[in-house]
C-alpha cells in the first residue's frame, strides 16, 4: 500500500526566500512521485513528476524536486519565492505495474509574505 | 497534456435536490476519475470511469448517491444525488495520460478546473 505524508499544513516564507515543502512517501515497489499546485479558486496543475532515471527533477515556474530513495523523501524546492507562488501543493505516489491510481498527500499551504 | 473542461464551475443548491456535473475531454481517453475536495481536505477518489463499463467506485461511495456516466472517449457525467449540506466540496474530473514509450503503460493524472459546489 502507498501513503504520502506532508509535513507541515502551512508553510510561511518572504519573497525571494528559499520555499521548502516536505514530502515523506511509503510505497511497497519503486514510486511514481508527483507534485501538484492547487490555486485559488482553480483545480490541480501538473508541477513536475519522477518516474525513473534522474533523481533531481525540474518542473514549471522555477519549482524542482528530489528523489531520495534512502530518506523516501520528495522534497519540493524554489530558491526564490514569488508572491504569486501562494497556493496549496500536493504531493502524491503511485505504484507502477499495480494500483496506478495516485494518493494524494493532505496539502501544505504555501504562504509568501511581502 | 490533455485539456479538461467542467460543467458547471460553481453552483449552490438546495437539500434534496441533484446535480449533474460535466466533464469534456479534448481527446480520446480510457481511463476517467472523479475526485472529491472537502474543504480544508486532499483529494478522495470518488470512482473510476471506463468507456462502455460501469463506474468503479471507491470504499465509502455508492452508485445510487453518485451515478456516473461515460457515453464515449471523451465525455463524463457525475452526478450528485439527493444533495446534503455534507455534500459541498470542490468536484474534481481527472483523465490519465500516458508519457509516449512508457514501459509501465500509466503515467499521470491531469485534472479539469473543478466544480464548486455548495449545499445548503
Known amino acids: 500500500a502507498q501513503s504520502v505524508t506532508q509535513l507541515g499544513s502551512h508553510v510561511s516564507v518572504s519573497e525571494g526566500a528559499l520555499v521548502l515543502l516536505r514530502c515523506n512517501y511509503s510505497?511497497?515497489?519503486?514510486?511514481?512521485l508527483f507534485w501538484y499546485v492547487q490555486y485559488p479558486n482553480q483545480g490541480l496543475q501538473l508541477l513536475l513528476k519522477y518516474t525513473t532515471g534522474a533523481t533531481l527533477v525540474k518542473g514549471i515556474n522555477g519549482f524542482e524536486a528530489e528523489f531520495k530513495k534512502s530518506e523516501t523523501s520528495f522534497h519540493l524546492t524554489k530558491p526564490s519565492a514569488h508572491m504569486s507562488d501562494a497556493a496549496e501543493y500536493f504531493c502524491?505516489?503511485?505504484?507502477?505495474?499495480?494500483?496506478?491510481?495516485?494518493?494524494f498527500g493532505r496539502g501544505t499551504s504555501l504562504i509568501v509574505h511581502p | 497534456s490533455a485539456v479538461i473542461s467542467q460543467k458547471p464551475s460553481r453552483d449552490i443548491c438546495q437539500r434534496g435536490t441533484s446535480l449533474t456535473i460535466q466533464c469534456q475531454v479534448d481527446?480520446?481517453?480510457?481511463?476517467m476519475f472523479w475526485y472529491r475536495q472537502q474543504p480544508g481536505q486532499s483529494l478522495t477518489l470518488i470512482a473510476t470511469a471506463n468507456q462502455g463499463s460501469e463506474a468503479t467506485y471507491e470504499s465509502g461511495f455508492v452508485i445510487d448517491k453518485f451515478p456516473i456516466s461515460r457515453p464515449n472517449l471523451t465525455f463524463s457525467t457525475l452526478t450528485v444525488s439527493n444533495m446534503s449540506p455534507e455534500d459541498s466540496s470542490i468536484y474534481l474530473c481527472?483523465?490519465?495520460?500516458?508519457?509516449?514509450?512508457?514501459?509501465?503503460?500509466?503515467?499521470?493524472?491531469?485534472f479539469g478546473p473543478g466544480t464548486r459546489l455548495t449545499v445548503l
Open positions: 481527472s483523465v490519465e495520460e500516458v508519457t509516449a514509450g512508457g514501459p509501465l503503460g500509466t503515467d499521470t493524472q491531469y
Open positions: 510505497s511497497s515497489v519503486p514510486p511514481y
Open positions: 481527446s480520446q481517453v480510457t481511463m
Open positions: 502524491a505516489v503511485s505504484e507502477p505495474g499495480g494500483s496506478y491510481i495516485p494518493t
